[in-house]
């Protein structure tokens, strides 16, 4: 008797609670748009916050409900952004795979340094406290806080000046983020013709501290017959969209700082 009243009560303290989870179930059911969970698996999962949002997660929420477009992720590229817009419905256009540029070629060789850095590696806390290492205030520090945040290691220091590996680059945008002097921008990778300079000083001054930098001299603006290049404060500039990959500006520069459109 006393088995069969304790296999009665388990029985129906079972069904209780079974029905509490079923109906638990029902009242805190949250649908799930299946379009979500397709454009979920259709991102490269790097959850590296290039696109604005927290993770691959956030972002397949956002472009479900129509918040972000398809193309939102920058490390997925073109192959990203067809999936996600066959799910969505949407024509998505092309779009190019970016990487990481360094807009600077003042190595160890080319520029002098100003004494020896033995404080903390890291370019933030070098520009926080305000300290130069080379005679160049525009350079790259070379203290590697890009290289820290490149999930692909895709970035390294070369003769004090940080360097990509376009063929492991996912175009992130993290590196350019933690960049505290702003060098690093992403680039359409087929766009080869790029200016590796920021320092916007004249010609003289540049030399003094970089026998690579621009000079301003528009030698390279005289040559385009794209009007894909302009010197704005002394800098040299490319439109990307303008640029034929003619090369003549490359040619022309006097302190190379041009890159020819054969490669970096």
Sequence with gaps: ?????TTLVIGIVGVVVGVGLVYTGEKFHVDV????TAVREALPGNNCGACGYAGCDAL??????GEAPVS?????????????????????????????FVRCKGTCDVTRNQGNYIGI????SAVQAGLNISECTYGCLGLGSCVTVCPE???????GVAMVNENKCVGCGLCAKACPRGLIELVPESRRVRVQCSNRDRGPAVKQACSAGCIGCTLCVKQCEADAIHVNANLAQVNYANCTLCGKCAEKCPVKVITPPSGC
């Design 1 to 5: 008797m006393i088995i069969l009243i």
């Design 60 to 65: 397949a929420a956002a472009i479900a409900k």
């Design 33 to 36: 748009d299946e379009r979500e």
């Design 153 to 159: 290691d895709a970035i390294r220091v070369l003769g």
């Design 121 to 124: 590696q890291d370019c933030r």
């Design 72 to 100: 939102a992720c920058p490390v997925g590229g073109a192959p990203a952004t067809k999936a996600i817009g066959a799910i969505m419905g949407k024509d998505a256009e092309a779009v190019e795979r970016k990487v990481a």
